[in-house]
């Protein structure tokens, strides 16, 4: 009997599983590192430091390291960050059982065992949670406790390139700026989010060792899509023993499916899967001066592997960067007739400017993989409406999985994922996986909504899913209620099986989301009461969800 579950599945049962606990876990901490500079002290010194700025630029002069405006930001810094690694430690416990928690669920739903009628051993998860337990060891206090400095030497680094390199000091205070705002999350992030996976990994494997007697080992799967590394596409579909854990790098997303005894499992190696690309996608996923390394035959697909010991996580895995595989001899592929091809594609810094609106990117084998998936041709841009841009942003699609990811950025977007794929039943669906705009409590959310259901009708798409997070406590997810109200719809049971027994007898007895949130008194008991749920918009004419939109949008002013 072959595999009953796909990779492609594989991958989005994970995300599914960690994505939820990942949110209950850190929305509070997440938030709480957002708005550290926005407030106090810290968003002072940041004035001071542009209006400093303009002075010196006023005067010809560059934003100096040791100009004592940027020091005193520094030194304020410091004790918020401080107050930060607190707030990351305390959410290490809660971040860590969720990745226990998702690995004992993952172990038994991809191993298929329950599909197939056989008794799953669930270890007991008190001992699963001894054996793991990353946050009560000395290396994760060290971590933690380096989190301040390990922000302020990389501001610091910043500054000093900045200065060194003769950069304007209006544009050096402005990417000073975006460090302080972006790095404390996104520091705590790249530290809670390897936690959680490398507890689930290690939660696998416990699970798998516990039904050593219907297994016989484990395959490890990758996502292969552009933004794999080339050690997890080399590692893929290698086989493990059973009660190993799968070593990956960090916030790296590599899992494993648990081969049962007597199966056959049709999944292809990852070098294999290479060789089979257009040279166009092997450059795009080795990068421009490997890719000839290898076609010259200076390195192999397995050289790409680098195994190393983490402190806090212990055996990792990273993708070696060529220099690590030949040396010296890396140079005379960086540079070729005297031009540097990657310079493009590895900024000394980060840039805040905000990139040409109203173009869409996407390598020709994206357009093939679109034309499979709809039966048809399909233009760019009209890949791009489904984001629901309306012409004054950028737009990024690649593949996903078996399905294509489609990313925006624009003024007034931070940022929005959607994914497009056919479910089991062959039916083409959307998954809108995240939307952020720069202007709250506009109605921008539901114009781009509004726009996205439009181009995804006219395309033939059935429905579009989500994962509407949040509840009233929530201070960064409202998805819980705004998704409703915009026609997503869902059995009440399937969110809770308590649910309705919880709402008031005068609502009457509602057996579906929309039939809940049809009066007043429901959408409040909702807003209230509601907690984190999977809606689905049905995409047909005349559809409910089409109606609840249509009225939705109506009654804001938004269309008439």
């Not at 960064?476 to 969110?495: K, V």
Request: charged residues 25%; proline residues 4%; glycine residues 10%.
């Amino acid at each position: 009997m072959v595999l009953p579950i796909s990779p492609q599945t594989a991958r989005q049962l994970l995300d599914q599983l960690l994505d939820k606990g990942y949110a209950r876990a850190t929305d509070r901490v997440i938030r709480a590192l957002v708005e550290v500079p926005k407030r106090g002290v810290l968003a002072k010194r940041l004035y001071d430091l542009e209006q400093e700025a303009r002075r010196l630029s006023r005067a010809d002069e560059r934003l100096d390291p040791r100009n004592p405006v940027y020091l005193a930001l520094l030194r304020d810094l410091d004790p918020a960050l401080q107050q930060a690694a607190r707030l990351v430690d305390a959410a290490g416990v809660d971040v860590q059982e969720a990745g226990i928690t998702a690995g004992a669920e993952g172990a038994r739903r991809l191993t298929g065992a329950s599909y197939l009628g056989l008794h799953w051993n669930v270890p007991d998860p008190e001992a699963v949670a001894r054996l793991v337990n990353y946050t009560g060891k000395s290396a994760w206090a060290g971590a933690v406790g380096d989190y301040p400095k390990a922000i302020i030497q990389t501001i610091n680094r910043l500054a000093l390139r900045n200065f060194l390199a003769g950069m304007n000091p209006l544009q050096s205070s402005r990417l000073i700026r975006q460090q302080v705002e972006n790095l404390p999350a996104a520091t705590a992030n790249n530290l809670l989010r390897t936690l959680q996976l490398t507890a689930y990994r290690d939660s696998t494997a416990e699970s798998y060792k516990a039904n050593a007697d219907i297994l016989d080992g484990q395959i490890r799967l990758a996502n292969l899509d552009t933004r794999c590394c080339m050690a997890c596409v080399v590692l893929h579909g290698t086989e493990l023993p059973v009660g190993d854990r799968v070593d990956e790098h960090h916030q790296g997303r590599c899992t494993s499916i648990g081969k049962l005894k007597g199966r056959r499992y049709d999944i292809e190696s990852g070098m294999v899967w290479f060789g089979r690309q257009t040279p166009e996608r092997q450059q795009a996923l080795m990068g421009g001066a490997a890719f000839r390394a290898w076609k010259a035959g200076e390195i192999r697909l397995p050289d790409f592997v680098g195994n190393y010991r983490d402190p806090v996580f212990g055996r990792m895995v990273r993708e070696n960067s060529l220099k690590g595989m030949i040396g010296d001899r890396a140079k005379r592929y960086y540079s070729i007739g005297g031009r540097t091809p990657l310079a493009a594609a590895e900024p000394a810094y980060t840039s805040t400017r905000i990139p040409p609106v109203g173009r869409a990117h996407a390598p020709d084998f994206v357009l093939a993989r679109a034309r499979k998936l709809l039966g048809r041709d399909i233009t760019l841009d009209e890949l791009a409406a489904l984001t629901g841009a309306s012409g004054g942003e950028e737009v990024w699609i690649d593949t996903y999985g078996d399905g294509l990811e489609l990313r925006a950025v624009g003024r007034r977007l931070r940022g929005m994922t959607r994914q497009l794929n056919r479910d089991v039943n062959n039916v083409l669906y959307l998954y809108n996986d995240f939307f952020a705009t720069t202007e709250k409590g506009t109605g921008i959310g539901a114009e781009y909504f509004y726009n996205e259901v439009q181009a995804a009708a006219r395309a033939g798409i059935g429905y579009i899913k989500v994962y509407a997070a949040g509840d009233r406590h929530s201070e960064t997810f409202n998805g819980y209620y705004t998704w409703a109200r915009f026609g997503y719809d869902a059995e009440l049971d399937s969110i809770n099986p308590f649910l309705q027994r919880k709402i008031p007898a005068a609502l009457g007895n509602p057996e579906t989301m929309q039939q809940l949130m049809a009066t007043k008194a429901g959408r409040d008991w909702w807003k209230e009461h509601g907690q984190s749920w999977d809606g689905a918009f049905d995409l047909r004419d005349d559809s409910l969800s089409r109606r609840v939109l249509e009225n939705y949008m109506q009654e804001r002013g938004i269309i008439k």
